[in-house]
């Protein structure tokens, strides 16, 4: 079993920045992928930016550039680097872990992130 716990959301004003984190706990060793994906209200929930077991990543095109999604592979601890935000990129974030063991993703509560003046 793996649980996911993102922090870091919050409001911060368009340009300005935040780091996401995202902290798993349990058979940590189990996790392949891992990525941020965010939902904004009315929206369906999609992809901001992955990271493979091997270090590959990829980003959405609306994030590329602005965002850096990393890993510290001792402990699986996902984070998300967000420069030059915008009001768009309001939504609330998700962790995600793609597991070994099972085709079924693992997902965090998520945690807010508000742009705004």
């Known amino acids: 079993q793996v649980q996911l716990v993102e922090s870091g959301g919050g409001l911060v004003q368009p340009g300005g920045s935040l780091s996401l984190s995202c902290a798993p706990s349990g058979n940590i060793f189990s996790i392949n992928a891992m990525g941020w994906y965010r939902q904004a209200p009315g929206k369906q929930r999609e992809l901001v930016a992955a990271i493979s077991s091997g270090g590959s990543t990829n980003y959405s095109d609306s994030v590329k550039g602005r965002f850096t999604i990393s890993r510290d592979y001792a402990k699986n601890t996902l984070y998300l680097q967000m420069n030059s935000l915008k009001p768009e990129d309001t939504a609330v974030y998700y962790c995600?872990?793609?597991?070994?063991?099972?085709?079924?993703?693992?997902w965090g509560k998520g945690t807010l992130v508000t742009v705004s003046s």
């Open positions: 995600r872990a793609d597991l070994f063991i099972t085709s079924r993703p693992v």
